[in-house]
């Protein structure tokens, strides 16, 4: 157990649609990225947030948005679902900014399967 | 359990040999590089890290290698378990972006 915890484990929705996923970081981790996996695209840096604010942007769609809040928990929506954006989302935490290298610690992940 | 990419490179060994597991990186600026390890179902697992200031580090099990020179690095595990059996990707830490960037991952299958 890495202790990052991730709701809901699994979600089924359909094509137009919205939802938010969410994300605990680890005890005392400032940092929480995003990433998406799926079977032709392997692992995929979404987004950073550190102590609340935006870090850094990878391959996240304009449909996609996320933020981290006070209590640190991260939020990732994602809107105007398409059959290509079912997969699994994880969340990472670290205890910095990731700066100079340092480890993530994933969460389980949340299936996304859009009918 | 799910998998993790439909044309991962599979690495198949018996259980008690050694296992390598090799890795190209690309941006010759990344100074810091991460082994995971993913089981079905999971999500990616910490192994072993290595900085770009040492060649070599060892851990318990595992071994991992870096040669800046041709951006390669290397995942050596020791006596292979069952339990090893899983997807392992390496990655490296872009610090202008503040991320990882995973490589494609390999397969291991251990065989009993």
């Known amino acids: ?3 990052v915890t991730q709701t809901p484990k699994h979600l089924i929705t359909a094509t137009g649609q919205r ?3 969410r ?3 680890r005890s005392g981790d400032l940092s929480v990225y995003w990433y998406q996996q799926s079977l032709d695209q392997g692992l995929q840096f979404l ?3 550190y102590n609340g604010e935006e870090r850094a942007k990878g391959n996240i769609l304009e449909r996609f948005s996320a933020q981290q809040f ?3 928990h991260s939020e990732l929506n994602l809107s105007s679902l398409e059959l290509g954006d079912s997969a699994l989302y994880f969340c990472a935490s670290s205890s910095r900014g990731g700066q100079g290298g340092e480890t993530q610690y994933f969460g389980p992940g949340t299936r996304l399967l859009v009918l | 359990g799910e998998s ?3 044309h991962l490179p599979t690495l198949s060994v018996q259980e008690g040999d050694n296992s390598i597991i090799n890795c190209a990186y690309s941006n010759s600026a990344s100074d810091y590089f991460i082994w ?3 089981e079905s179902g999971k999500g990616p697992q910490f192994i072993i890290d290595i900085r770009s200031n ?3 580090r060892q851990g318990q099990r595992v071994t991992v290698l870096l040669n800046k020179t041709v951006k390669h690095l290397s995942l050596q595990i020791a006596a292979t378990q069952p339990g090893d059996s899983a997807v392992y990707f390496c990655a490296e830490i872009d610090t202008g972006r503040r991320a990882l960037t995973f490589g494609s991952g390999t397969r291991l299958q251990v065989q009993p």
């Open chain 1, 1 to 3: 157990d890495s202790g």
């Open chain 1, 19 to 21: 939802v938010t996923l």
């Open chain 2, 36 to 38: 995971y390890k993913q």
């Open chain 2, 4 to 6: 993790v990419g439909l």
């Open chain 1, 70 to 72: 006070p209590d640190l």
């Open chain 1, 23 to 25: 994300c605990s970081p």
């Open chain 1, 47 to 49: 987004i950073h947030y």
């Open chain 2, 54 to 56: 040492m060649d070599k």
